[in-house]
């Protein structure tokens, strides 16, 4: 188990994974130490329009989708006044 991670994790890209185990609870742990944007549970379909999806280090291109997506294509912007 620590193998995979590692293995997964050693990669350049990380745009999606997948993982399976007759254990749900042990596959959710493993799927947490994995550095992707997207990640199958004994083949799970994560694709929906309000979900992001992009991936991490070097795979793709941002978010896309849901309100991750939206937010790529925002800037955030603080003011200070002070106000008489």
Known sequence: ???A????NNSIYGLSGAV????????????????TGTLSING????????????YKQ???????????LEEFQERKTFAAVVA
């Open 5 to 8: 991670v590692r293995i997964a």
């Open 44 to 55: 799970g379909n994560f694709f929906a329009p309000d979900a992001p999806f992009g991936g």
């Open 1 to 3: 188990e620590d193998d």
């Open 20 to 35: 399976y185990s007759a254990d749900e609870d042990r596959a959710v742990a493993v799927a947490r130490r994995i550095r």
């Open 59 to 69: 795979s793709g291109i941002g978010r896309e989708m849901g309100a991750a997506g």
